[in-house]
């Protein structure tokens, strides 16, 4: 962090001859480098918060304490939660494959029911849901989206459910 930070009193007193120390050109110097200063200033805010922003990821407790300093007035109300459906896949075999047999039988029969469905059914649309209070508006509730979309993992999809 020293690299960085710069006393702009001492850099002008060690700079400017001894002889040239008086008040009137050491406050030109200083006017001369107030730009610098106001840069300078800028740079270092901009610097804390990029180092701030490089240690967040997409782990579910960093996301979700994120979302909820962000949005103050919401503050522990925001959730992550995995989704939970899913469906026991029963796979039907041919014979040559050595496979357990599978019997499909009527209700009357007592047997737990099969449930045939396609490839696309019965799985989630997405893979956590962020649940956000009711009292968000939909501008905060676009914000959250960017703001979950940015640090989430590329392959992951999610879907803000309101409570």
């Known amino acids: 962090m020293k690299i960085v930070q710069i006393d702009i009193q001492k850099f002008i007193l060690r700079l400017l001859p001894v002889d040239l120390q008086k008040p009137g050109n050491y406050a030109y110097i200083r006017a001369f480098l107030q730009p610098f200063v106001t840069i300078h200033a800028a740079f270092l805010a901009y610097r804390i918060d990029s180092n701030g922003r490089a240690k967040l990821n997409g782990q579910t407790q960093i996301l979700e304490?994120?979302?909820n300093?962000?949005?103050p007035?919401?503050?522990n109300l925001i959730k992550i939660v995995n989704s939970s459906l899913r469906l026991d896949a029963v796979y039907l075999f041919?014979?040559?494959e050595l496979q357990p047999e599978v019997f499909v039988s009527n209700i009357a029969e007592g047997?737990?029911?099969l449930y045939l469905v396609k490839s696309t059914e019965g799985t989630n649309l997405y893979d956590f849901i962020v649940q956000v209070p009711a009292a968000m508006s939909a501008l905060?509730?676009?914000q959250i989206r960017s703001?979950?979309?940015k640090y989430k993992i590329a392959t992951k999809t999610f879907e803000i459910?309101?409570?």
């Open 147 to 149: 703001i979950v979309s």
């Open 140 to 142: 905060e509730r676009s």
């Open 65 to 67: 304490n994120l979302l």
């Open 161 to 163: 459910q309101i409570i």
């Open 111 to 113: 047997d737990d029911e």
């Open 94 to 96: 041919n014979e040559p």
């Open 73 to 75: 007035s919401a503050t």
């Open 69 to 71: 300093r962000t949005f």
